[in-house]
Nanobody, 123 residues
Framework: QRQFVESGGGLVQPGGSLRLSCAAS????????IGWFRQAPGKEHEGVSCINVRTGVTYYRESVKGRFTISRDNAKNTVYLQMNDLKPEDTAVYYC????????????????WGQGTQVTVSS
């Protein structure tokens, strides 16, 4: 059974940093592109970043470019999202999932959402 476990969220002040982890089980991450998505209060899910784990090709939505970095550790079967210079508008529940990625965006594939991890940016 394919599963993702998100972790690393928390409460930080504006300008702070967090590193989110997405640990996969039941399959190897390089089998599919992996995306990070988020759902802010009162808003729909939106794609944040994605990575083709096998090739290393990445995508970032415009609002996080230069602040967020997606990466992977194949030995740990884990994808990370390093988030720097966090802003209040980054507050959301963050999810990872298999994704379809292209220049200009990403969309979720596969089954339903996992548990996610809460990121709160507030002074």
């Amino acid at each position: 059974q394919r599963q993702f476990v998100e972790s690393g969220g928390g409460l930080v002040q504006p300008g702070g940093s967090l590193r989110l982890s997405c640990a996969a089980s039941g399959f190897t991450l390089d089998s599919y592109p992996i995306g990070w998505f988020r759902q802010a209060p009162g808003k729909e899910h939106e794609g944040v970043s994605c990575i083709n784990v096998r090739t290393g090709v990445t995508y970032y939505r415009e609002s996080v470019k230069g602040r967020f970095t997606i990466s992977r550790d194949n030995a740990k079967n884990t994808v990370y999202l390093q988030m720097n210079d966090l802003k209040p508008e980054d507050t959301a529940v963050y999810y990872c999932a298999t994704a379809q990625c292209w220049d200009g965006g990403l969309s979720k594939t596969g089954g339903g959402w996992g548990q996610g991890t809460q990121v709160t940016v507030s002074s």
